[in-house]
């Protein structure tokens, strides 16, 4: 479903463009923005990992990042959660964006916990898995916090 969709289900670009037409931008806005510096930096790292590591390490590299929709994480003592789910339910939001938020929420908190006791079988404790899940873990970091940035520079620019 990332790429192309999958049983009639959009692809999650596509609803990730949804969401950002429903907020009032247009198609032809949001793919003319090219990705922060914060954002390629992490690209990079990820694409990095998958080329430079077997599959497994890159199965952990990925799928640690999802750990922060699994909401079952408050009952392992996390003091919080990443993502409030009455937003999917809240008319707050429009639809589309409920929908976007939706689709990697319902997928991270369904397999991530699976993908890792794979990496975790496979790799039997490796030292190296674990740097380079924890490389990931750096990299996402970045990630979000050009996220955080390009909702900031996206609200100046509405005036909002």
């Not at 596509?14 to 198609?27: F, H, V």
């Not at 990079?44 to 077997?54: A, D, G, M, Q």
Request: proline fraction near 3%; charged fraction near 25%; glycine fraction near 6%.
């Amino acid at each position: 479903t990332e790429y192309i969709g999958f049983n009639g289900r959009p692809s999650h670009l596509d609803l990730l463009i949804r969401m950002g037409e429903a907020l009032g931008m247009t198609r032809k806005r949001i793919m003319e923005y090219t990705p922060l510096p914060e954002t390629s930096k992490a690209i990079e790292v990820w694409y990095s990992i998958s080329s430079h590591y077997s599959w497994v390490d890159t199965m952990g590299a990925m799928h640690v990042l999802e750990l922060v929709a699994d909401r079952t994480l408050v009952d392992d003592g996390a003091k919080m959660h990443y993502f409030d789910p009455g937003i999917l339910n809240s008319s707050e939001y429009p639809q589309e964006v409920r929908d976007f938020l939706m689709e990697g929420y319902k997928a991270d908190v369904d397999h991530a916990g699976k993908a890792l006791k794979i990496v975790e079988s496979e790799t039997m404790d490796d030292l190296t898995t674990r740097s380079i899940m924890i490389r990931s873990m750096d990299a996402f970091y970045l990630y979000l916090n050009a996220r955080l940035r390009r909702s900031r520079m996206l609200e100046a620019a509405w005036g909002e």
